[in-house]
């Protein structure tokens, strides 16, 4: 069964370090979806993403986030002066049609010192 | 996007039946119902969608009443397999599918 690959499963930085997670999504889907989750917490939206833009973003998707599609099959997220409270799993999703099920990756654990 | 509500936590036994009930109050006209199930350390999985009265597949089944005021998550004949944090999300995925969980019901089983 196709599956939603994440890289690097965990990533420690320092505070104020530029970060960059990749997601590779399942070949044929067309929207994407970052999302993260701090340690028991619940997941929480961050941006979704289609045709090359984004389509939805939640208050926590700030000017220090942004995301592109390099190329076609990486979806990356990038934080670009992490600060402490962005430690937490990042979890890339995708979907065929902005409709059907949202099939996650297994997240990438960002911890930031 | 309408407001969901969950009980926290539930326990049960290996063999149970397992109900999990969703009060989504102000669910408009054109939303679904969508649960997912988490393991810890991975990321959410689908499990089931509806839109009223009854869906079932090979996992689970989901009831819905006539309001669509809540929902239920029905899981038969639980395992120990299925200690997870349950989540039930009411969104228009033909509109807009930005997904926003809410706390979620951690389920624990136990032999």
């Known amino acids: 069964e196709p599956e939603v690959t994440q890289t690097p499963s965990h990533q420690v930085t320092q505070m104020g370090q530029e970060v960059i997670l990749r997601c590779v999504p399942i070949s044929n889907h067309l929207y994407f979806y970052w999302y993260r989750q701090i340690l028991g917490q619940k997941v929480e939206f961050l941006v979704s993403?289609?045709?090359?833009?984004?389509?939805?973003k939640s208050e926590i998707f700030d000017d220090q986030f942004s995301v592109e599609r390099p190329d076609g099959s990486n979806f990356t997220l990038k934080i670009r002066s992490t600060k402490l409270e962005d430690s937490a799993m990042y979890f890339c999703?995708?979907?065929?049609?902005?409709?059907?099920?949202?099939?996650f990756g297994p997240g990438t654990r960002l911890t930031v010192l | 996007l309408a407001k969901t509500t969950q009980p926290i936590s539930m326990d049960s036994y290996e063999g149970q039946e397992v109900n999990i009930t969703c009060s989504h109050n102000n669910i408009a006209t054109n939303d679904y119902i969508t649960w997912y199930q988490q393991f810890p350390s991975q990321g959410p999985r689908f499990i089931i969608q509806g839109y009223k009265t009854k869906v079932k597949n090979e996992v689970a089944s989901l009831f819905i009443p006539a309001d669509r005021k809540s929902s239920t998550l029905s899981l038969p004949r639980v395992s120990l397999s299925d200690t997870a944090v349950y989540y039930c999300?009411?969104?228009?995925?033909?509109?807009?599918?930005?997904?926003?969980f809410g706390a979620g019901t951690r389920l624990t089983v136990k032999p």
């Open positions: 999703a995708s979907t065929s049609s902005g409709k059907d099920t949202q099939y």
């Open positions: 993403f289609y045709n090359n833009e984004i389509s939805e």
């Open positions: 999300l009411v969104g228009d995925p033909y509109n807009n599918n930005d997904m926003r």
